[in-house]
Protein backbone atom coordinates (compact mmCIF):
# COMPACT_ATOMS: atom_id res chain seq x y z
CA UNK A 1 0.00 0.00 0.00
CA UNK A 2 1.80 3.48 -0.85
CA UNK A 3 1.56 5.97 1.84
CA UNK A 4 -0.79 8.49 2.36
CA UNK A 5 0.57 12.30 0.97
CA UNK A 6 1.23 14.49 3.75
CA UNK A 7 0.71 17.65 2.58
CA UNK A 8 -2.07 20.17 0.71
CA UNK A 9 -3.70 18.25 -2.32
CA UNK A 10 -5.22 19.67 -5.14
CA UNK A 11 -8.30 18.46 -6.64
CA UNK A 12 -6.59 17.01 -9.46
CA UNK A 13 -4.11 15.25 -7.01
CA UNK A 14 -6.58 14.03 -4.83
CA UNK A 15 -8.55 12.45 -8.03
CA UNK A 16 -5.10 11.10 -8.94
CA UNK A 17 -3.84 9.79 -5.77
CA UNK A 18 -7.63 7.97 -4.67
CA UNK A 19 -7.93 6.43 -8.15
CA UNK A 20 -4.94 4.22 -7.37
CA UNK A 21 -4.92 3.87 -3.69
CA UNK A 22 -5.56 0.57 -2.23
CA UNK A 23 -7.61 2.19 0.53
CA UNK A 24 -10.80 5.10 0.16
CA UNK A 25 -10.24 8.57 1.21
CA UNK A 26 -12.31 12.20 1.41
CA UNK A 27 -11.29 15.36 0.38
CA UNK A 28 -11.47 18.17 2.41
CA UNK A 29 -10.62 21.66 1.04
CA UNK A 30 -6.75 20.02 0.29
CA UNK A 31 -6.70 17.39 2.83
CA UNK A 32 -7.36 13.47 3.04
CA UNK A 33 -9.11 11.40 5.27
CA UNK A 34 -8.72 8.03 5.25
CA UNK A 35 -11.97 6.25 5.51
CA UNK A 36 -11.89 3.41 8.29
CA UNK A 37 -13.53 -0.17 7.96
CA UNK A 38 -17.31 -0.50 8.60
CA UNK A 39 -18.69 -2.70 11.66
CA UNK A 40 -20.66 -5.68 10.89
CA UNK A 41 -24.00 -3.73 12.03
CA UNK A 42 -22.88 -0.76 9.45
CA UNK A 43 -22.88 -2.90 6.83
CA UNK A 44 -25.76 -4.91 7.40
CA UNK A 45 -27.55 -1.85 7.55
CA UNK A 46 -25.88 -0.53 4.52
CA UNK A 47 -26.89 -3.79 2.25
CA UNK A 48 -30.73 -3.48 3.86
CA UNK A 49 -31.42 -0.50 2.59
CA UNK A 50 -29.81 -0.70 -1.25
CA UNK A 51 -31.70 -4.25 -0.84
CA UNK A 52 -34.66 -2.50 0.50
CA UNK A 53 -34.30 0.47 -2.20
CA UNK A 54 -32.91 -1.85 -5.70
CA UNK A 55 -36.31 -3.31 -6.54
CA UNK A 56 -38.54 -0.38 -6.35
CA UNK A 57 -36.16 1.83 -8.65
CA UNK A 58 -35.76 -0.68 -11.14
CA UNK A 59 -37.13 -0.33 -14.41
CA UNK A 60 -37.53 3.56 -13.41
CA UNK A 61 -35.38 6.79 -13.94
CA UNK A 62 -33.55 6.43 -10.90
CA UNK A 63 -30.36 4.74 -10.07
CA UNK A 64 -28.46 3.91 -6.64
CA UNK A 65 -25.30 3.39 -5.83
CA UNK A 66 -23.22 2.42 -2.68
CA UNK A 67 -20.27 3.66 -0.85
CA UNK A 68 -17.93 3.43 -3.54
CA UNK A 69 -19.31 6.28 -5.54
CA UNK A 70 -17.93 10.01 -4.98
CA UNK A 71 -20.02 12.49 -4.38
CA UNK A 72 -18.64 16.40 -5.11
CA UNK A 73 -19.67 18.86 -2.96
CA UNK A 74 -18.52 21.86 -4.20
CA UNK A 75 -19.31 24.49 -1.91
CA UNK A 76 -17.31 23.28 0.68
CA UNK A 77 -14.89 22.06 -1.77
CA UNK A 78 -15.22 18.21 -0.63
CA UNK A 79 -15.52 15.09 -2.44
CA UNK A 80 -17.20 12.76 0.12
CA UNK A 81 -18.35 8.83 0.04
CA UNK A 82 -21.64 8.37 1.10
CA UNK A 83 -23.16 4.60 2.04
CA UNK A 84 -26.29 5.22 0.22
CA UNK A 85 -26.70 7.39 -3.02
CA UNK A 86 -29.47 7.62 -5.50
CA UNK A 87 -29.85 10.47 -9.03
CA UNK A 88 -32.95 10.46 -10.75
CA UNK A 89 -32.71 11.95 -13.99
CA UNK A 90 -29.66 11.52 -15.91
CA UNK A 91 -26.59 10.83 -13.88
CA UNK A 92 -24.09 14.19 -14.32
CA UNK A 93 -20.52 12.94 -13.38
CA UNK A 94 -17.90 15.46 -12.84
CA UNK A 95 -16.07 16.24 -15.74
CA UNK A 96 -16.97 12.86 -17.61
CA UNK A 97 -15.22 10.59 -14.80
CA UNK A 98 -17.58 8.23 -13.72
CA UNK A 99 -16.34 7.78 -9.99
CA UNK A 100 -17.44 11.37 -9.03
CA UNK A 101 -21.52 11.99 -8.92
CA UNK A 102 -22.01 16.01 -9.16
CA UNK A 103 -26.01 15.71 -8.89
CA UNK A 104 -27.33 13.04 -6.24
CA UNK A 105 -31.20 13.13 -5.72
CA UNK A 106 -30.87 11.24 -2.13
CA UNK A 107 -27.62 10.70 0.07
CA UNK A 108 -27.54 8.29 2.94
CA UNK A 109 -25.35 8.28 5.40
CA UNK A 110 -24.98 5.05 8.05
CA UNK A 111 -23.76 6.71 11.90
CA UNK A 112 -21.04 5.07 13.09
CA UNK A 113 -19.03 6.40 16.59
CA UNK A 114 -16.03 7.57 14.93
CA UNK A 115 -18.03 9.75 12.23
CA UNK A 116 -21.41 10.81 13.33
CA UNK A 117 -20.63 14.47 14.33
CA UNK A 118 -18.47 15.22 11.22
CA UNK A 119 -21.53 13.00 9.20
CA UNK A 120 -24.23 15.44 11.54
CA UNK A 121 -22.37 18.44 11.15
CA UNK A 122 -20.48 20.18 8.43
CA UNK A 123 -21.11 16.67 5.86
CA UNK A 124 -24.74 17.04 6.24
CA UNK A 125 -24.23 20.87 5.69
CA UNK A 126 -22.41 20.15 2.33
CA UNK A 127 -25.09 17.69 1.08
CA UNK A 128 -27.69 20.38 1.91
CA UNK A 129 -25.55 22.89 -0.30
CA UNK A 130 -26.20 20.47 -3.47
CA UNK A 131 -29.28 21.81 -5.78
CA UNK A 132 -30.04 18.51 -6.68
CA UNK A 133 -29.83 16.72 -3.55
CA UNK A 134 -34.01 16.59 -2.68
CA UNK A 135 -33.65 13.87 0.63
CA UNK A 136 -30.84 12.70 3.06
CA UNK A 137 -31.16 10.20 5.37
CA UNK A 138 -28.47 9.57 9.08
CA UNK A 139 -29.32 5.96 10.26
CA UNK A 140 -28.20 4.89 13.46
CA UNK A 141 -26.49 1.95 13.57
CA UNK A 142 -26.53 1.71 17.15
CA UNK A 143 -30.60 1.81 17.84
CA UNK A 144 -33.49 1.76 15.50
CA UNK A 145 -33.53 5.45 14.52
CA UNK A 146 -33.76 7.55 11.82
CA UNK A 147 -33.38 11.23 10.07
CA UNK A 148 -35.15 12.55 7.64
CA UNK A 149 -34.60 15.39 5.82
CA UNK A 150 -36.32 16.51 3.22
CA UNK A 151 -35.87 19.77 1.08
CA UNK A 152 -39.20 22.36 0.93
CA UNK A 153 -40.00 23.87 -2.18
CA UNK A 154 -39.69 27.33 -1.27
CA UNK A 155 -35.59 25.58 -0.04
CA UNK A 156 -36.06 25.29 3.30
CA UNK A 157 -35.10 21.88 4.66
CA UNK A 158 -38.03 20.03 7.59
CA UNK A 159 -36.08 17.27 9.69
CA UNK A 160 -38.08 14.08 11.16
CA UNK A 161 -36.67 11.77 13.83
CA UNK A 162 -38.22 8.52 13.39
CA UNK A 163 -36.94 5.90 16.24
CA UNK A 164 -40.32 3.33 15.52
CA UNK A 165 -39.22 -0.08 13.98
CA UNK A 166 -42.99 -0.51 12.50
CA UNK A 167 -42.57 2.71 10.76
CA UNK A 168 -42.36 3.34 7.22
CA UNK A 169 -40.41 6.26 5.54
CA UNK A 170 -42.38 7.56 2.39
CA UNK A 171 -39.69 9.06 -0.18
CA UNK A 172 -41.53 10.40 -2.85
CA UNK A 173 -38.87 11.84 -3.95
CA UNK A 174 -37.48 9.34 -5.31
CA UNK A 175 -40.49 7.23 -5.44
CA UNK A 176 -39.88 4.87 -2.72
CA UNK A 177 -41.08 3.45 0.55
CA UNK A 178 -38.27 2.20 3.12
CA UNK A 179 -39.83 0.36 6.15
CA UNK A 180 -37.34 0.68 9.09
CA UNK A 181 -38.18 -2.98 9.56
CA UNK A 182 -36.57 -3.90 6.57
CA UNK A 183 -33.71 -1.21 6.96
CA UNK A 184 -32.85 -2.77 10.26
CA UNK A 185 -33.45 -6.62 9.12
CA UNK A 186 -31.26 -8.90 11.07
CA UNK A 187 -29.97 -6.60 13.61
CA UNK A 188 -31.29 -7.22 17.21
CA UNK A 189 -31.62 -3.25 18.47
CA UNK A 190 -33.48 -1.42 21.13
CA UNK A 191 -35.88 1.45 19.48
Request: with cysteine; proline share 6%; glycine share 8%.
Amino acid sequence: MSAEPQSQLTVAEYLAYERQSEGKHEYWDGEILAMGGASPAHNSICWNLAGSLHPQLSGRDCRGFISDMRVQVPTLNRYVYPDVVVVCGEPVFEQGDLDVLANPTLVIEVLSPSTEERDRGIKLFGYRSLPSLSVCLLVAQDRVWVEHWTRQDDGRWLVAEIADREATLELPEIGCRLPLDAVYTGLDLDS
